[in-house]
């Protein structure tokens, strides 16, 4: 069985660097060549619109995005999203902001909707490209720094693409008999 893999492309093309990621996506897109069992798919500002996809199932998630960790503008960023660690609910109400969901809320609402819908888990691994944004204003187009950072994402989303394809194999999930949880 082939496993399943969704990259996505989040943020607001309005808010100038903050459409880093559906700027990676579109160049995704047009590129093409990506193996079998990978979608890829500009969800902008639709984070409903996302968790309710990632309910279909998937081996693994790759989301990009802006990713502020005070480093320097365009600095490029891989991230491991951990699904097992403890949910900050210091706003209750984000998860129902359908144009104002960042990524961890929209796995937050992601975890809720499997648990309301029967689904076990329907992201097993999640990943990030992130990058460090220089402006966050209103505008449109992206900072000369972020610009030159979409090329260097590309070979990003490439490797951790294969990495998420690799982990979701047959022969890379261990035996359960061995105490590895997978």
Request: net charge negative; hydrophobic share 45%; proline share 7%.
């Given at each position: 069985?082939?496993?399943?893999?969704l990259?996505?492309?989040?943020?607001?093309?309005?808010?100038?660097?903050?459409?880093f990621?559906?700027?990676?996506?579109?160049?995704?897109?047009?590129?093409?060549?990506?193996?079998?069992?990978?979608?890829?798919?500009d969800?902008?500002?639709?984070?409903?619109?996302?968790?309710?996809?990632?309910?279909?199932?998937?081996?693994?998630l790759?989301?990009?995005?802006?990713?502020?960790?005070g480093?320097?503008p365009?600095?490029?960023?891989?991230?491991?999203?951990?699904?097992?660690?403890?949910?900050d609910?210091?706003?209750?109400g984000?998860?129902?902001?359908?144009?104002?969901?960042?990524?961890?809320?929209?796995?937050?609402?992601?975890?809720?909707?499997?648990?309301?819908?029967?689904?076990?888990?329907?992201v097993?691994r999640?990943l990030?490209?992130?990058?460090?944004?220089?402006?966050?204003?209103e505008?449109?187009g992206?900072?000369?720094?972020?610009a030159?950072?979409?090329?260097?994402?590309?070979?990003a989303v490439?490797?951790?693409?294969?990495?998420?394809?690799?982990?979701?194999?047959?022969?890379?999930?261990?035996?359960?008999?061995?105490?590895?949880?997978?």
């Open positions: 069985m082939t496993p399943r893999v990259v996505a492309g989040v943020g607001n093309v309005f808010l100038s660097d903050d459409g990621g559906v700027e990676v996506v579109r160049r995704l897109l047009a590129r093409g060549g990506l193996p079998d069992g990978v979608e890829v798919a969800f902008g500002i639709r984070g409903m619109h996302l968790a309710y996809q990632l309910l279909d199932g998937y081996d693994g790759l989301l990009v995005d802006t990713h502020q960790r480093g320097a365009g600095t490029v960023y891989r991230l491991e999203h951990d699904l097992d660690a403890p949910r609910d210091t706003e209750p984000a998860a129902l902001d359908g144009h104002g969901m960042d990524p961890a809320t929209v796995l937050a609402l992601l975890a809720e909707l499997a648990v309301a819908n029967g689904v076990a888990r329907p097993h999640v990030v490209v992130g990058c460090e944004p220089a402006v966050l204003d505008g449109m992206l900072s000369e720094p972020v030159a950072a979409v090329e260097p994402a590309l070979h490439d490797e951790l693409v294969g990495l998420l394809l690799d982990s979701a194999a047959p022969e890379a999930v261990p035996n359960a008999s061995e105490g590895v949880r997978p």
